[in-house]
C-alpha cells in the first residue's frame, strides 16, 4: 500500500538553528500538508499546497516556516531559527483531492526537539 | 474551533461493537463528517466519512443521523489494535484543512 514518508524520525537541534524537514508524499497526489502537534495536546494544521504554491496557511505558521516542492516527489518544511517551542511532532500529509471528500494520507512524523 | 464534541473517552472489550459518538449541532449543508484515529505514537490514520448517508467500509461504519447534526462511528468488533484516539472533524466547504479537536480515547480490554 503506498504510504508518506518522512525523514528524519527524530531532529534534535539548537535553538536559533535552521531545520528542514523532509516529505515524500505517494506519488500521485496533488494536494500537500503540514500539522504539527506539541506533546499531549491536539493535532494542529499549519499549511496546506497546491499547484506549486500555498492554498492556506495558519496563524501558527509565520515568516519562520516555509514549504516547498523543490522537485516532483519531495515536500519541504524549513523553519528558519527555530524557537523552544517548535518542539513537536510534525506530520506530513498528501491527497488526490481536496480533503472535504478524500481522504489525507499521514506520514509517521518527524520528532522535533529544539533545546 | 473543531465544533465537533466527543466524550474524552471510552472503553470497550475486545470482540465487543463500539459506537463513538460525534456531536456537531451547527454543521452546514454542505460539509462533510471524516472520521480519523491516532494509534499511540503515530500520525493520523483515516476511518471514513460520509455526508448525508450512512457509510460502511472495511474498518468501519458511519451512522449520520437524519437531521445531520450528530454521527456515530461503528467499529463491529474492536479488537486491542484499535485502541487509539478516535477524531470526529467536520471539514467545511472552503479548502478543506482538517481541524482535529481532542477526540475520544479509546480503551479496549482484553
Known amino acids: 500500500e503506498p504510504e508518506v514518508t518522512q525523514t528524519p524520525s527524530h531532529q534534535v537541534t539548537q535553538m536559533g538553528q535552521e531545520v528542514i524537514l523532509r516529505c515524500v508524499p505517494i506519488s500521485n497526489h496533488l494536494y500537500f500538508y503540514w500539522y504539527r502537534q506539541i506533546l499531549g495536546q491536539k493535532v494542529e494544521f499549519l499549511v496546506s499546497f497546491y499547484n506549486n504554491e500555498i492554498s492556506e496557511k495558519s496563524e501558527i505558521f509565520d515568516d519562520q516556516f516555509s514549504v516547498e516542492r523543490p522537485d516532483g516527489s519531495n515536500f519541504t518544511l524549513k523553519i528558519r531559527s527555530t524557537k523552544l517551542e517548535d518542539s513537536a511532532m510534525y506530520f506530513c500529509?498528501?491527497?488526490?483531492?481536496?480533503?472535504?471528500?478524500?481522504?489525507?494520507?499521514f506520514g509517521q512524523g518527524t520528532r522535533l526537539t529544539v533545546v | 474551533d473543531a465544533k465537533t464534541t466527543q466524550p474524552n473517552s471510552m472503553e470497550s472489550n475486545e470482540e465487543e461493537p463500539v459506537h463513538l459518538p460525534c456531536n456537531h449541532s451547527t454543521i452546514s449543508g454542505t460539509d462533510y463528517i471524516h472520521w480519523y484515529r491516532q494509534l499511540p505514537s503515530q500520525g493520523p490514520e483515516y476511518v471514513i466519512h460520509g455526508l448525508t448517508s450512512n457509510v460502511n467500509n472495511r474498518m468501519a461504519s458511519l451512522a449520520i443521523a437524519e437531521d445531520r447534526k450528530s454521527s456515530t462511528l461503528i467499529l463491529h468488533r474492536a479488537t486491542l489494535r484499535d485502541a487509539a484516539v478516535y477524531y470526529c472533524?467536520?471539514?467545511?466547504?472552503?479548502?478543506?484543512?482538517?481541524?482535529f479537536g481532542q477526540g475520544t480515547e479509546l480503551s479496549v480490554k482484553p
Open positions: 472533524i467536520r471539514i467545511y466547504n472552503q479548502g478543506g484543512k482538517l481541524i
Open positions: 500529509a498528501s491527497s488526490w483531492g481536496e480533503q472535504m471528500n478524500t481522504e489525507a494520507f
